[in-house]
């Protein structure tokens, strides 16, 4: 009867173990020194030799020559362990055998010596399906159990185990196994079966394991049983349901050229095929992710998994793209794998994701985009280096501390309406006790400024585009119909008392504003008049100017000085 490859070729001895070094090293010296414990946990990922070197320690305590770390694989101990039919090593599938009765029937079993060997060894697959109750039963005889016994628990998600039952066991994690082991594994195993494949085949089924032997194994076994003694790539790839470089660097190049027809092609043709378009954007994702990696890495990189055939071309399409890009790739390809694991319409969301990536491609860093508005690139760079950031310490000049300033590149606030008929003079208003503010101007503009100090942006925006009549007693404003939202809020008419410092009656309305008074006063680019010193030396420092100069609207509100 036909033996599958897992089976056939699942390691005997420590030796032909591949990879866990730091399981066999442990394992061999505790045997060389008598130290056996009485219970083991063996995690890790499935397909990683956890039930394999289970019986490995169970061959070499029980072998006729043992305990030893070379079992001989000839005695009767050896073979019966091998062939799975040893007395006294007990495999219980707990998956099928988690209840308290079975725990309990186990106890019981413990109490008896080996029938023959030297040890009595309980393997307990997919350990963590006990259940609590059971595991509970099993504590005490776990914690003490007698001297010719011992546990080997195995489990893929040793999370899941008591912390008192971790507690009484010594803990092996097992990792995954390395890429280039596996593909050595697999090319030997392939001569041993008289199979010729190419390392790009191998490579395929190596990946289709993601660091499982036994998956690995499992795929050679049926790509063999599809494609006969010659293993092609392309027709792995088929058989497996993966993608190829090529297809998917067709979505790389759809990318670079800004084809965003190709994408909906690339669709239709996954679609018409009958291809899993989930699994698409999971390979599609892993696909950015190399690219970033190798990108990053400059050349060949264990952190691949591929040939280096692969990881040659992975450099060439890596090299079209920058670290940002792919960075904002990888991200967004994520989101889509996510998405299209719940969407009833799987096609439309995996035109729309493939979309993203090609607008995302057409975004335009920051400082292009300035260098745009202030001129060339180069410019904007050196200007960028000068420039003091945002939350760094102020300097000094000649000892002295150059204060903070207080800038806006908004538009000024309009100036105050004249409330009184034309030609009368502004502190005449038209009845005898009506007056207006000597300082209009003035007055709107510390309104603005509160509304800024306040963080109402959006109200000082609209303001801008509001007509202001003041009298003793009354301030009315009169504000477009779309700004009516932001005048009528009431932080709005709060910040106008606070800054008329009267009382004052406050009255909206909305309506037309008349088209001749202006909304705010012409912008200009000169340095405001310095009353103080302090502020004349901030507007002496050399990047204050050029700050200005890149900046010609920009506006100097005021200057304080910290130390004040």
């Known amino acids: 009867m036909y033996q599958v490859i897992a089976r056939k070729y699942r390691p005997q001895t420590f030796a032909e173990l591949i990879s866990q070094e730091h399981v066999k090293t442990t394992l061999e010296n505790a045997i060389r020194q008598n130290r056996i414990a009485h219970g083991y946990i063996f995690s890790g990922q499935r397909g990683t030799g956890k039930t394999t ?28 362990i091998a062939g799975g039919s040893a007395v006294d090593v007990i495999e219980i599938d707990a998956a099928s055998n988690r209840g308290i009765n079975e725990m309990r029937e ?46 080997i628990l195995c489990t893929t998600e040793s999370h899941k185990i008591p912390a008192t039952i971790i507690s009484r066991c010594q803990q092996f994690s097992f990792r995954s196994v390395d890429f280039a082991e596996l593909m050595g594994r697999m090319e030997w195993i392939a001569k041993q079966e008289g199979i010729e494949a190419d390392p790009e085949a191998l490579s395929v089924l190596a990946q289709a394991g993601e660091g499982s032997v036994r998956d690995s194994l499992s795929a050679l076994d049926q790509a063999i049983a599809c494609c006969g003694n010659r293993l092609v790539a392309s027709e792995v790839r088929t058989l497996l349901g993966m993608f190829s470089l090529d297809s998917l660097a067709e979505i790389a190049k759809a990318l670079v050229d800004a084809d965003a027809q190709r994408m909906f092609e690339v669709v239709a043709e996954l679609e018409s095929n009958g291809r899993s378009l989930q699994h698409f954007a999971r390979e599609l994702a892993r696909y950015f992710r190399n690219l970033l990696v190798i990108k990053i890495a400059r050349g060949e990189t264990k952190l691949i998994a591929a040939s280096a055939a692969e990881q040659h071309r992975l450099a060439e399409v890596a090299a079209q793209f ?27 969301h995996l035109e729309m994701g493939l979309l993203r990536l090609v607008y995302a491609g057409r975004l335009q860093p920051i400082e292009e985009a300035l260098a745009g508005m202030g001129g060339s690139r180069a410019a904007q760079v050196e200007t960028s280096k000068t420039l003091p950031s945002p939350a760094a310490p102020h300097k000094t000049i000649g000892g002295a501390s150059t204060p903070r300033l207080e800038s806006s590149v908004s538009q000024s606030p309009a100036p105050l309406r004249e409330s009184g008929p034309a030609g009368q003079a502004p502190g005449n208003g038209g009845s005898g006790d009506t007056r207006g503010r000597e300082l209009e101007g003035d007055f709107r503009s510390r309104i603005y400024a509160a509304l800024i100090e306040a963080k109402l942006t959006h109200v000082a925006d609209a303001f801008e585009h509001t007509e202001l009549t003041e009298t003793p007693n009354e301030i009315v404003i009169t504000a477009p119909k779309m700004y009516q939202l932001y005048v009528k809020q009431p932080e709005f008419a709060s910040v106008i008392k606070r800054v008329a410092a009267r009382p004052v009656k406050i009255t909206i309305k909305i309506g037309d504003v008349t088209p001749d008074a202006p909304a705010s006063p012409p912008r200009s680019s000169a340095v405001p008049v310095v009353e103080d010193e302090t502020a004349a030396r901030a507007l002496s420092h050399p990047e204050v100017q050029r700050f200005q100069e890149i900046f010609p609207d920009s506006q100097i509100r005021k200057v304080r000085n910290l130390k004040e």
Request: hydrophobic share 40%.
């Open 106 to 151: 186990l106890r019981e079993n413990v109490r008896y010596r080996p029938a023959r060997d030297r040890y009595k060894i309980f393997i307990v697959d997919e350990a963590h399906q006990i259940t609590n109750e059971a595991f509970n039963a099993l504590l005490k005889t776990l914690e003490e159990p007698p001297e010719w016994v011992v546990f």
């Open 322 to 348: 920058g670290e940002e890009d792919l960075t904002r790739y990888l991200q967004l390809t994520l989101d889509l794998f996510r998405d299209l694991q719940a969407s009833l319409q799987p096609r439309l």
């Open 53 to 80: 070197v289970a019986r490995i320690l169970a061959r070499c305590l029980n072998c006729e020559k043992g305990p030893t770390i070379t079992p001989c694989g000839v005695c009767a101990s050896c073979l019966e």
